[in-house]
């Protein structure tokens, strides 16, 4: 099984800042999913993307289909105490197989 | 519409001993999948059911894990005998795939410590 290469590992901002991570793979995926996880809960499903190119936005969050299909970004604006978590990446082959990336740690200081 | 459920939700067990994990897919959805969770990591895939069959195991070391769908509906994932390295978290997820589409959605996941 394969593993996606996420980034920032992890990231400390100031309340009200923006915050953008990104997630790469040496395979096509033909959906790219965002999930954050809060500590003792699963993850929980953020925003999800089904076209090279696509750009979705949840709110504060917005979120891009690369156009290689390799990768995703997330971006989080204007960030909030409760943003903070576990944010994990996941690409859909077209086997229905979900691999996950090895995730970004947000800290949102008050 | 009710969540993945998984039960039980936290076991400790000593090494050698076996254990088994419980879930029921979110109504309708015909794929289920068991991840591996090794804290600070992503989840990991064991194992994937279209219905009552196995459609990905690779990654299920199956000298010690069994999982198995028999309904269609709801799984078990079994260990016998466990191992330290065997302490995680054991998500379920379930997913309905369109022809275009397709979200995962998991349970609360089930803690297991292995001492």
């Known amino acids: 099984g394969q593993q996606l290469n996420q980034s920032p590992q992890s990231m400390f901002i100031q309340e009200g800042e923006d915050v953008s991570m990104n997630c790469t793979s040496s395979?096509?995926?033909?959906?790219w999913l965002w999930y954050k996880q809060d500590p003792g809960e699963g993850p929980v499903l953020l925003i999800a993307l089904y076209k090279a190119g696509e750009l979705t936005s949840n709110g504060r969050l917005t979120a891009q289909f690369g156009i290689t299909r390799k990768d995703s970004f997330l971006n989080i604006s204007a960030s909030i105490p409760s943003d903070v978590g576990i944010y994990f990446c996941a690409g859909r082959n077209t086997g229905n197989q979900f691999y996950f990336g090895t995730g970004t740690s947000l800290t949102v200081i008050p | 519409e009710a969540g993945v459920a998984q039960s039980p939700r936290y076991k400790i067990i000593e090494k050698r001993q076996s254990v088994a994990f419980w879930c029921n897919p979110i109504s309708g959805h015909a794929t289920l999948y068991w991840y591996q969770q090794i804290l600070g990591q992503g989840p990991k895939l064991l194992i994937q059911f279209q219905n009552n069959g196995v459609v990905d195991d690779s990654q299920l070391p199956k000298d010690r894990f069994s999982a198995e769908r028999l309904k269609g509906v709801d799984s078990t994932l079994k260990i016998q005998p466990a191992k330290l390295e065997d302490s995680a978290v054991y998500l379920c997820a379930s997913s309905f795939h369109g022809a275009s589409t397709g979200e995962l959605f998991f349970g609360e996941g089930s803690r297991l410590t292995v001492l």
């Open positions: 395979s096509i995926f033909n959906t």
